[in-house]
């Protein structure tokens, strides 16, 4: 005798799981919309000029007058601007532009999109990289996730990195004051190397990336800023950078992607000072699955699948940390690498700073 062992469905569940889907369908396309808007200066017109029509949009920005309809009429949709069914008009809410015009705001997001945008667009190749268990470089990705990440993680730098992630380090401060060798490992476009140095400019400092383009970046931000006479940077790998006897080592959201984080760890051990220190800025995180259950959780998550993790995998090790890697794992690579002291320093609800010393 058989029996029927096929579940029974909850019509009901079922649905709000569909229309749960539709909205994750909205979200995917908000990325690009996001961009849009950012590229084409709407939300900046939107904050400058309160109420608008379409046409007053599309006219201001001088661009075509059916985009900027459909991308208002979409955005009032999705939340992001309010509209006045009774004169027409769409209003950006001065806290949403915070978010989306004010590129000074620690809570400023386009560049949250763009990366995602750009971590998308390069989807079908992470399908193929999953099947054969190999991986996807950094710098084989489309210039949105390089750009993105950049415009992403610098406002929450400038808002915290001199002013509480430095200060939470034991003496460290008074160091980078008075003059500290200092070596900034993933620089990328060069950010945070640039506002240390500004901040302290008795300091000299190194900033390395394995990207190429990226260094190249980053030599002209330093030069804009006026800070290029105290900022070096060359192309290299975590476990290549040259010199030694820094005082402070940093690493901003990059350990996880590396393929061999314990080396890298291992060749900061033999360049810092015996009474340096290594900051450590990763994704915020806990140790379990369960504690990452959340927004943010999920979306780190989700660059951990199909950016961070292939990024890991194309490089020798591919030890795969992931971005929610958590304290724990963090702290065991530091330990293998011969390093005694480690303490999460400061937090945000994006990243957790960590303090590691020989």
């Known amino acids: 005798m058989t029996t029927d062992a096929s579940p029974q469905i909850d019509t009901d569940k079922l649905m709000a799981f569909v229309f749960r889907a539709v909205d994750e369908v909205g979200a995917t396309l908000g990325c690009a919309l996001v961009h849009l808007g950012d590229r084409l200066g709407y939300y900046r017109d939107l904050a400058e000029h309160g109420p608008t029509t379409p046409e007053e949009l599309a006219a201001r ?26 004169s027409g008009r769409y209003t950006l809410p001065p806290e949403h532009a915070v978010a989306l015009a004010d590129e000074t ?13 750009g971590t998308v667009h390069d989807a079908d190749r992470i399908v193929e990289a999953a099947r054969t268990a190999t991986g996807v470089g950094w710098h084989e990705h489309t210039g949105d996730v390089h750009e993105g990440c950049e415009r992403f993680f610098r406002p929450g730098y400038a808002a915290n990195l001199v002013s509480a992630w430095l200060p ?62 105290r900022i070096r940077f060359e192309v290299a790998s975590a476990t290549e950078l040259g010199g030694g006897g820094y005082q402070l080592v940093t690493m901003f959201d990059c350990l996880h992607d590396m393929g061999d984080p314990v080396g890298a760890a291992r060749h900061v051990r033999s360049v810092i000072d015996p009474d340096g220190t290594w900051m450590i800025v990763e994704p915020t995180a806990g140790d379990r699955v ?12 989700g660059f951990s699948t199909l950016l961070c993790t292939p990024a890991s995998l194309s490089q020798p090790v591919g ?18 690498a011969g390093f005694t002291r480690f303490r999460l320093a400061a937090q945000t609800p994006f990243n957790d700073v960590y303090e590691v010393r020989p």
Not at 105 to 117: R, T, V
Not at 290 to 301: H, K, S, T
Not at 319 to 336: F, H, K, M, S, Y
């Open 61 to 86: 920005t001088e661009t075509g007058l059916p985009y900027a309809r459909e991308w208002l009429n979409a955005q009032a949709a999705g939340g992001y601007v309010e509209y006045d069914a009774g």
């Open 319 to 336: 030890a795969a940390l992931g971005t929610q890697a958590g304290p724990a794992r963090i702290r065991d690579v530091v330990e293998q």
């Open 290 to 301: 369960e504690d990452n259950l959340n927004p943010v959780g999920r979306a780190y998550y």
């Open 168 to 229: 939470a380090l034991d003496g460290v401060v008074p160091k980078l004051e008075s003059g500290a060798r200092v070596a900034d490992v993933g620089c990328g476009h060069g950010s945070s190397t640039v506002l240390m140095a500004q901040a302290y400019p008795r300091s000299s400092f190194l900033g390395s990336d394995y990207h190429a383009a990226s260094i190249a970046t980053a030599r002209d931000r330093a030069t804009a800023a006026g800070v290029g006479d």
């Open 105 to 117: 705001s620690p809570a400023y997001l386009p560049g949250f999109f763009q990366i995602a945008l």
